[in-house]
Structures are given as structure tokens and as C-alpha cells.
């Protein structure tokens, strides 16, 4: 893949589009200067305010999980270059899962990220949102796979979609473990079920890999850090971070 000459120093806008939402950040000498996210409806409104806010910005990164192409993005914005991340890349490690082809590319991003930013150490990376994603990457950059299950959200539709009288609640952390309501129980089963199996998890990681670092990021990442057990490196932006190195990665290793 051919890319054009991209100065380190320069504007980078990049792009995470998720299965509920598209969140991105304008970099500018390695940090963010301004993130933001919005619904996919809202797309060309939004890309269109942020480049009339840096104009200099000519370049986009864009990590693609929904159904949005190459081409509606540079419909949209003739005027920036749109750099889609995909398997043919050059990344920071070695993917020894059975099946490449299926791999999202936002874990792998995110197992890129992982090597970039932590070297020479076992990672493991939790996103939290619709869905949670557990990725582990050895010392080594041995990218070895991990999980998926459901987000918090995705857990309280279910209980409501798939049950005749069960309600559909919005996210609150229960007051007590043990539920003396309907809705108390179902909170105790979304949101402390999900506690217990991420703590679980990281535990379970803990045990067989020493030097571990533990990444947690998705939308539900800092409601769910105050809570878990586990010492974290809690970061929302993780993702849109990973896209940054990984496209400077790409650049210097293409």
C-alpha cells in the first residue's frame, strides 16, 4: 500500500467507527488537541464543522467496525486524504489467531496500540463498549487472541428483548450485592456480574503471565475502572491513541 509523505509534526484526525458510534480526535505533535463522538447519522455534519476548524488537518485515519466506505468518507471530504486501516498493513505484531481474516480491526488496532505504547511485556486489552473485547498480547508481540461478550448495555436489552416482563433499565451501580427489587436484581446482574468477570478475567491472566500490563478503554471504561479490583491502566481514548502510532507505525514501516 502506497501512502503518501506524512510530516510527524503535522495535523492527524482520526476515526474510530464503532457499531453505536463514531468517536474521533484531532492530533497535532503526538496529543490531542480535541476529541469528540457522535452518531453515524451525524457524520458529514461533524467531519465537515471539525476540517473548517483545522483547515491545515489533510490527512484522516479511520478504523472501520460499521458499514461506512472508503468512498462515502472521501465524498464527504474530498479535501482530506482517508487512510482506512486494514489486515494488509504493517503492525507491531505477530497475529497468531486461527482465524486473521475475522479479527475486528479495532482489536487490532488496539493490540497494536499495546505494543506501542507498553514494550517488552504481556498485555491485555479490555474495550468496553457494546460489546467487551479482551485482547492479549505476549511479551514478545505475539498477538494470541482473548474474548468477546456483551457490553453493559447489551446485557440490560437482552434481559428486556428476550423476557416477557422484564424491564429496560438505564445503567446504575446497584446499592447492594444482593437485589431486594426486580430492577435492584437486574442491576446486580448486569453491572456486578460484569465486574466479577472482568476482575475474573484479569485474574485469571494474572496467574499464568507474569509482567502483565492491563489495559481498560471503551465508553464504559471509567465507570467501570472505579469499580473493579484490579490494578488498571484506565484510558477512554486508548483506541484513538493506538490509531495515532499505528498509522505513524505504518509510515515508517510500509
Request: net charge negative; hydrophobic share 40%.
Amino acid at each position: 500500500m502506497y501512502l503518501r509523505p506524512f510530516k510527524h509534526d503535522a495535523m492527524l484526525l482520526v476515526i474510530d467507527i464503532g457499531n453505536t458510534r463514531i468517536k474521533g480526535a484531532v492530533f497535532e505533535h503526538n496529543t490531542i488537541i480535541e476529541h469528540f463522538s457522535f452518531l453515524s447519522d451525524e457524520l458529514k455534519i461533524q467531519l465537515n464543522s471539525i476540517t473548517n476548524k483545522y483547515p491545515t488537518c489533510k490527512d484522516m485515519v479511520v478504523a472501520n467496525v460499521g458499514n461506512t466506505t472508503e468512498e462515502v468518507f472521501q465524498q464527504m471530504i474530498p479535501t482530506l486524504k482517508c487512510h482506512f486501516v486494514t489486515r494488509a498493513w504493517s503492525f507491531s505484531f505477530v497475529n497468531k489467531y486461527a482465524t486473521p481474516e475475522t479479527l475486528g480491526i479495532d482489536r487490532v488496532v488496539l493490540a497494536s496500540g499495546a505494543v506501542l505504547s507498553y514494550p517488552n511485556q504481556n498485555r491485555l486489552v479490555i474495550d468496553a463498549g457494546t460489546c467487551i473485547t479482551y485482547d492479549f498480547v505476549d511479551f514478545n508481540d505475539n498477538y494470541l487472541g482473548g474474548a468477546i461478550s456483551p457490553g453493559i448495555r447489551l446485557r440490560y436489552e437482552a434481559l428486556h428483548q428476550q423476557t416477557a416482563k422484564l424491564p429496560l433499565l438505564d445503567l446504575k451501580y446497584p446499592d447492594h450485592f444482593i437485589g431486594n427489587s426486580t430492577n435492584e436484581s437486574i442491576h446486580v446482574g448486569v453491572v456486578q456480574g460484569l465486574i466479577h468477570e472482568i476482575d475474573g478475567f484479569i485474574a485469571q491472566y494474572q496467574s499464568e503471565n507474569a509482567n502483565i500490563t492491563i489495559i481498560l478503554t471503551g465508553g464504559d471504561a471509567v465507570f467501570l475502572a472505579k469499580r473493579l479490583k484490579n490494578t488498571i491502566f484506565a484510558n477512554s481514548n486508548f483506541l484513538l491513541e493506538s490509531l495515532y502510532k499505528t498509522f505513524q507505525y505504518q509510515i515508517n514501516n510500509d
